[in-house]
């Protein structure tokens, strides 16, 4: 009965457990000379490396590849990779065993699986397709193998049940695509999703380990599967032949180009579409096997171990992508409570104006405007007696004066009084004797007093 799986060992742990001899070798350093016994040993969660250092030469006789055996190590971690350093080893019987510890296998059910193929292949609209895939899915010869084959080696679904559960993703994805593209052919394309790798069924032994066969190294699964298909279409009567060549060049287009091994290229729609999924299915569950690997790494560990089908490292996104729960949030109140009765609002005191006290304050307008100022009263106005004449100046000219003194200083006080400007008080001391001298020139002009008399005209009474 195994005790220890691959998957679950540990630096320094003690292991005895059965294992499967995947590969076998004595090696011999080149620098010390040193020989050892190398062996890959595996079981259904993966595979581990062991070297034994003493007394391997005779056990090593005793045991060949892809047998089951007994072994008592020690794990250690030697650059960063687990290994086993083998104390004792030797061959398992066959009642001490179950191969189902050994060999890979799908999680899913395959009975349910295969009977959700059988359910997709009767629900087709193509009584010519649907015929020829129940021939080849419920062949006597070839339905145990399509449960137990692996999809591959070792670049995707590579273990027992591994081509089915295939095959069943790519039924789901093409009912995707075909809804989001009309325009293809459903069962078309359908037919190419279960036959497209039907020959790997013959290609793959998975006994005690995933080998090739003669036929599959000779051949390989496209060559196997076209011939495998046109022998059951010979054998459906009427089978149309142009219906025919779309089947088979489903089957040899769906790598995609002649570098990856499809002696043809994809060259109608159907095909085109069966190429894509088949890759982006592959790739996926290589993916998610590298991953699934890398699980039982520490949280530091970011990056997985490099994927040789997918020839990278990947990073552990679910580390980025699973940060610490939020602090839950306070729940929003649910009951509503009944709405308040309103009251009369207080009486309120009359606002007082706060006095402006801050720089930026606009200044508040008065309660009320003051009355304006009442104009004072004009004086009255007393027109002079006689206007006094002005002598001739020095330089000949005639000079005339509209009003004396005493008049434009009273028409002065008068104006000034309207515009609220203090009346002048008069120039004090006596005249002087040339200007007295000047006025009486001026004034006895006869121009002059002509000029003052009642008949001037009507405008210049207005100047003046």
Known sequence: MKQHYVAELQDGQLVLSLFLVREKEIRTSSRTGTSWLHLDL??????????????????????????????????????GEKELA?????????????MADFLPHTRHDIGQLFAEVRYAIAAMKNPWLRRLLASVVEDPAIEPKLKRAPAAMTMHHAYIGGLLEHIHSLIGLSRAISAHYPELDADLLLTGVILHDIGKTEELTYVRGVEYTTEGRLLGHIMIGVGLVRDKIRAIAGFPAPLATLVEHMILSHHGSHEFGSPSLPQVREAVALHFLDDMDSKMAAVRTTLEASADQPPADLWTDRNASLRRTLLRSDIFLNPPPLAPEEPAPTERKAPAQPQPAPAQPPAQQPAAQAPLALPQPPASRPAPLAKPAAPAYTPPAQPVATPAGPSGSVYA???????????????????????????SGPPQPQQDQQEKSRSSSP???????????EDEKKKS
């Open 447 to 457: 121009l002059i007093r002509k000029m003052f008399t009642s008949d001037e005209p």
């Open 401 to 427: 004066t509209l009003f004396s003194r005493s008049e434009k200083e009273e028409k002065s006080n008068f104006v000034g009084a309207a515009i609220g400007v203090p009346e002048k008080a008069p120039a």
């Open 42 to 79: 595996v079981d259904r969660t993966g595979t581990i490396a062991a070297k034994m250092w003493e007394n391997f030469s005779a056990l090593a006789e005793t045991f060949e590849r892809d047998e089951v055996v007994h072994v008592r190590a020690r794990v250690k971690v030697y650059k």
């Open 86 to 98: 083998v104390e004792q080893i030797r061959p398992a019987l066959e009642p001490e065993y179950d």
